[in-house]
């Protein structure tokens, strides 16, 4: 079905008006998604890489245009990868490659690492072979490269405004075309760095090299772990309590081997091989634990605290009954690896004003749980137009459901629920 559609001709020349909604979307979403939670370790790398080339304009420019090109190549590559596999018939959506436990559990590692890295535990030069090693020192446009893969990797679980329309049209769209739009979205990223890398204003006003840059690094090592929890909490949704501990024991033994391959003499040849073979057990005595997903079970109702509100577990059935019995429905899309939906739950939905509404108008509250594939949440998300997760919707029946901004305001959520 997609191939038919991305072989039809569009009815008219030019570009649709839908599509320029989508890219200009995009754009806007990508440059507000530097102000999302889930991106701010990156921006302390970026901050450190701002500062280390604050006099020399070429390398600036150099760095700030292979970011860029890290940032959107690894937008389109999920993006296409995403549109691949629903071509294929996976029933996924943005954000997909966090559904998976593995990928979970291998950025939880590679946060591990830059942060033992910023906290100066090792250095890649004493731990790489000298080729790789000096290969990074000689190519800093090849880090600012990465550091752009690394910032998509961190930040493509979040869906900032303007994005959620937008990612929803794309995936309608013709192949190219949704290409069109992820790229967009990859280059509003990058634009804040890129129009610092070329603009000699902001050049200017960034801070010299000094002594505070290694006290700076240190300091930017604890985002990292914060990071490294946030995803173990996430690992824990999906794979339980035994999966959450195992990749927290491979880490601490992973610390214990880079560290030891920093040493000199005979120590590190006698505690490097003894840490190796501590993770290789490890690895093989508790690593299936990592990725085996838990039984799901249907949720339990969650109190909130204004008596007889409660959230229940959304499922359609559920969803058809309480809209059956007239009452309306107001459902949170969300996911455990979405920072977005946890910062909201805990704010706006968690509003004692707003829970009150909610009783005064008998709204029945549900919460769709897409931290693991669940093929009838993005069903009900593509329902929406929507494809990624923040998405708040209120069902009433004999009306088109309204959908919420993605960064819920108090006064927002009061007045939908006062004009049902």
């Not at 030019?14 to 990156?42: D, E, Q, T, Y």
């Not at 990868?81 to 294929?88: D, E, I, T, Y």
């Amino acid at each position: 079905a997609n191939a038919a559609r991305a072989a039809t001709p569009p009815p008219a020349p030019g570009v649709p008006v839908s599509l320029w909604a989508a890219l200009l979307g995009a754009l806007f979403g990508g440059v507000i998604l530097n102000l999302m939670p889930c991106v701010f370790p990156v921006l302390a790398i970026k901050v450190l890489a701002f500062a280390r080339h604050a006099g020399d304009k070429t390398a600036h420019r150099a760095n700030g245009l292979a970011y860029t090109a890290g940032v959107v190549l690894s937008f389109l590559a999920l993006g296409g990868l995403l549109l691949g596999l629903r071509a294929a018939g996976e029933q996924l959506g943005w954000g997909f490659q966090l559904q998976s436990p593995g990928v979970v559990a291998a950025l939880a590692v590679l946060f591990t690492l830059i942060g033992l890295n910023l906290a100066g535990l090792f250095e890649f030069g004493n731990v790489l072979p000298s080729r790789v090693a000096s290969l990074q020192a000689k190519n800093p446009t090849a880090d600012a490269f990465l550091t752009g893969v690394l910032a998509t990797a961190i930040a493509s679980p979040c869906t900032a405004p303007f994005m959620g329309a937008s990612l929803g049209l794309a995936i309608g769209l013709p192949t190219l075309q949704a290409l069109a739009v992820f790229g967009a979205l990859g280059l509003g990223m990058a634009l804040p760095y890129l129009a610092a890398s070329w603009w000699p204003a902001i050049a200017r006003a960034l801070p010299r090299p000094g002594a505070w840059m290694a006290t700076f690094r240190q300091l930017m090592a604890f985002p990292m772990f914060a990071t490294v929890v946030w995803l173990l909490w996430v690992l824990g949704q999906q794979s339980g309590i035994d999966g959450a501990a195992a990749l927290l024991m491979l880490l601490v033994v992973l610390a214990l081997l880079v560290w030891a391959l920093g040493l000199r003499g005979k120590g590190r040849t006698v505690l490097a091989a003894l840490s190796l073979a501590g993770l290789l057990w490890l690895g093989w005595a508790v690593g299936p634990n990592v990725t085996r997903l838990q039984d799901a079970s249907p949720g339990a109702e969650v109190a909130t605290a204004v008596q007889g509100v409660s959230w229940q577990p959304w499922s359609p059935e559920r969803q058809a009954t309480l809209l059956a019995e007239g009452r309306p429905v107001f459902v949170d899309f969300t996911a455990a690896w979405c920072v977005t939906c946890q910062y909201n739950k805990r704010s706006t939905l968690a509003d004692t004003e707003v829970l009150a509404d909610m009783a005064a108008r008998n709204v029945a509250l549900l919460r769709a749980d897409w931290t693991r594939r669940d093929p009838l949440v993005t069903q009900a998300l593509a329902s929406l137009g929507r494809n990624g997760v923040p998405v708040y919707a209120i069902y009433q029946n004999g009306q088109p459901p309204r959908v919420l901004t993605e960064v819920l305001t108090v006064n927002e959520v009061r007045t939908a629920i006062k004009g049902l």
